[in-house]
């Protein structure tokens, strides 16, 4: 079995800043492309930020120069520091992975999601 478990959202003022955390585990043979997406109520959705096992990384235009993604290939952990956010950042904020385990094949698994909320 693997699973990602996300960590690190919470309750902040508009313009604050958070840093997101996704740790993967269990019987990890290979760990791929990694994304944060985000659901607001009543919305889709959507992609946030991503990136691959080589450390490229792809934003969504809402989030670029506010947001970096970045990975710890040595801990399988994934990170999203989001700075200077506005209440429209407000959303369950999911990671996902690309990864292959002792017991299965290379599929998605998603995390169970964490609340950001954004005060004005």
């Known amino acids: 079995q693997v699973q990602l478990v996300e960590s690190g959202g919470g309750l902040v003022q508009a313009g604050g800043s958070l840093r997101l955390s996704c740790a993967a585990s269990g019987s990890i043979v290979s760990l791929n492309a990694m994304g944060w997406y985000r659901q607001a109520p009543g919305k889709q959705r959507e992609l946030v930020a991503a990136i691959t096992s080589g450390g490229s990384t792809n934003y969504a235009d809402s989030v670029k120069g506010r947001f970096t993604i970045s990975r710890d290939n040595t801990k399988n952990t994934l990170y999203l520091q989001m700075n200077s956010l506005k209440p429209e950042d407000t959303a369950v904020y999911y990671c996902?992975?690309?990864?292959?385990?002792?017991?299965?094949?290379?599929?998605?698994?998603w995390g169970q999601g964490t609340q950001v909320t954004v005060s004005s």
């Open positions: 996902n992975a690309q990864m292959r385990s002792a017991f299965a094949p290379s599929i998605v698994y």
